[in-house]
């Protein structure tokens, strides 16, 4: 495989971390590491990135680990896999962070369903400005929320693709709706995609959850 072709924008490393562990829990160190050689990530076999929030996870490995799982478990083996690592990020990484830390506290907890949704998501979108390049901006519309990422980590450098690929953003999310709202899940779906030609890649939020 050539060498990946950096892009110069970075998530923090701590993200970096956690999907990769959040993979090696399903699949077994086995069978990351093929993941990892596959991607062309072999510096991180036995070697995880550090557990900290300097930016240095750069957005073109994620979007080769992304790939490679594709390429390795098939279209839905892959999207699974992606789903639970995005997932397992927001857990592990971001519902201590001080735009959401409020989230637990009974006056929030209180509020409206829609109102937690009004705080909650503009402030998830908020720390990944603060915390890593990717750009994210949240419109609020009449039935749904429209989540858009205009610099991806998901699919950076993919074009060619047919549908979206964006699982692990998605992922992430899911599991931030579902912190932010107490426990409800809510349908997410990726209508736009970089990687199929669009120009920005915008995830479509039903307000009303489906549990």
């Known amino acids: 495989m050539p060498p990946l072709q950096k892009s110069g924008m970075y998530y923090p ?10 993979l ?18 072999n510096h991180y076999i036995e070697n995880y990135p550090p557990d900290n929030l300097d930016k240095g996870f750069d957005f073109a490995e994620l979007s080769a680990i992304g790939s490679s799982l594709e390429e390795m478990y098939g279209p839905r083996g892959g999207r699974g896999l992606a789903l ?5 990020t927001f ?40 915390l890593s390049d990717q750009q994210t901006t949240v419109e ?3 039935t749904e929320w429209v989540w858009t990422i205009h610099k991806c980590p998901c699919c950076w450098g993919r ?4 549908k979206p690929v964006c699982f692990i953003s998605t992922g992430l999310l899911q599991e931030s709706l579902k912190w932010v709202s ?17 120009t920005v890649c915008e995830f479509i939020v039903q307000k009303e959850p489906t549990s």
Do not use: Y
């Not at 090696?24 to 990530?41: D, H, R, S, T």
């Not at 107490?182 to 669009?198: H, P």
């Open 159 to 162: 074009t060619g693709v047919d």
């Open 140 to 142: 609020e519309k009449d």
């Open 84 to 88: 639970r690592a995005g997932r397992a």
């Open 13 to 22: 490393n701590k993200f970096g971390l956690i999907t990769i562990k959040s």
């Open 24 to 41: 090696e829990e399903v699949m077994g160190k086995n069978g990351l590491n093929a993941i990892l050689n596959l991607a062309g990530l």
């Open 91 to 130: 857990s592990d990484a971001l519902k201590n962070f001080g735009a959401l830390a409020g989230a637990a506290d009974l006056a929030f907890v209180v509020l409206p369903l829609q109102s937690k949704l009004r705080i909650g998501l503009p402030a998830f979108a908020k720390i990944f400005t603060q």
């Open 182 to 198: 107490g426990g409800n899940e809510f349908r997410v779906n990726e209508s736009k995609c970089i990687a199929a030609g669009d």
